[in-house]
T-cell receptor, first 113, second 114 residues
């Protein structure tokens, strides 16, 4: 099946710093989503971005589908940004199902005051 | 739009008991998904419905697991004869068939099997 790798696995920032999270995937995808999982376990949608660039406030994302990677940028980080960030892809020929999302292992972000 | 809801939020059971979880998707969404997440890992796909039809099932969905979506609205996930290895967060998601949209997740049901 498709492999999804996220880096770095852990990241500690001071409040106000910027960061870039990376997601590499091993095959073509129909869909790519970024999520933030808060300390209570809720997965919050950040971006639906199978290709191109999107921005939402302090967050932006870029997916280069031909090179099989996506980047999530967090600027001027705040303590509320802490949590785990997941990249997930929908693979058209996935052995887990065409509509299934395959998740990476996540990047655990801690923003210190 | 009240989002995806799940009930219960927490369930503690003894090994060998049966448990059932409920998911109510976003009202206009006709696709519904179940995932399982263990500590320190990303969610893993279990099964997917479009309307009332169960279209895809993961190999993770053993014969002790069954999911239904009888009227194409809410869904239930039942685990029979629970085992300690079933302890996990069970997440439900929904989506529409509209292009350019993605899956939206509920708050999850945390299952602990003693």
């Amino acid at each position: 099946g498709i492999q999804v790798e996220q880096s770095p696995p852990d990241l500690i920032l001071q409040e106000g710093a910027n960061s870039t999270l990376r997601c590499n995937f091993s095959d073509s995808v129909n869909n790519l989503q970024w999520f933030h999982q808060n300390p209570w376990g809720q997965l919050i949608n950040l971006f639906y971005i199978p290709s191109g660039t999107k921005q939402n406030g302090r967050l932006s994302a870029t997916t280069v589908a031909t090179e099989r990677y996506s980047l999530l940028y967090i600027s001027s980080s705040q303590t509320t940004d802490s949590g785990v960030y997941f990249c997930a892809v929908e693979h058209p020929r996935g052995d887990t199902g065409r509509r299934a999302l395959t998740f990476g292992s996540g990047t655990r972000l801690q923003v210190q005051p | 739009d009240t989002g995806v809801s799940q009930d219960p939020r927490h369930k503690i059971t003894k090994r060998g008991q049966n448990v059932t979880f409920r998911c109510d998707p976003i009202s206009e969404h006709n696709r519904l998904y179940w995932y399982r997440q263990t500590l320190g890992q990303g969610p893993e796909f279990l099964t997917y419905f479009q309307n009332e039809a169960q279209l895809e099932k993961s190999r993770l969905l053993s014969d002790r697991f069954s999911a239904e979506r009888p009227k194409g609205s809410f869904s239930t996930l039942e685990i029979q004869r629970t085992e300690q290895g079933d302890s996990a967060m069970y997440l439900c998601a929904s989506s529409s068939t509209r292009a350019g949209d993605g899956q939206y997740f509920g708050p999850g049901t945390r299952l602990t099997v003693l």
